[in-house]
Nanobody, 125 residues
Framework: QLQLVESGGDLVQPGGSLSLSCAASGFTFDNYNIAWFRQAPGKEREGVSC???????HYADAVTGRFTVSRDNAKNTVYLQMNNLEPEDTAVYYC???????????????????WGKGTLVTVSS
């Protein structure tokens, strides 16, 4: 069964840090591009970061300089380190996998092949 499971969501104060994990199973992980998306209450889902199988990453403008994505192919896991969090970062964070194409790079959610169920990040004092 192809599966992605996110973890690490929590309540954190503005300016704080949080690390999310996305654990994959049931497929050859290092052949897939992995994206993080987020969806805030009442808003559309938006792309946050994308990392390809070789480890090259890019980010949405809103998180550049604050978030860092990495992957450990031996552990079938992608990480999202979030620093200097802002209330606007409050959202459910999802990871998604893409086998071929450019959906990850362009944050095109409809083109992603596998999705996790999400983990909630709340930034509030």
């Amino acid at each position: 069964q192809l599966q992605l499971v996110e973890s690490g969501g929590d309540l954190v104060q503005p300016g704080g840090s949080l690390s999310l994990s996305c654990a994959a199973s049931g497929f050859t992980f290092d052949n897939y591009n992995i994206a993080w998306f987020r969806q805030a209450p009442g808003k559309e889902r938006e792309g946050v970061s994308c990392i390809n199988g070789g480890g090259s990453a890019h980010y949405a403008d809103a998180v550049t300089g604050r978030f860092t994505v990495s992957r450990d192919n031996a552990k079938n896991t992608v990480y999202l380190q979030m620093n200097n969090l802002e209330p606007e970062d409050t959202a459910v964070y999802y990871c998604a996998a893409e086998r071929y194409g450019s959906s990850c790079f362009f944050f095109y959610s409809s083109g992603m092949d596998i999705w996790g169920k999400g983990t909630l990040v709340t930034v509030s004092s």
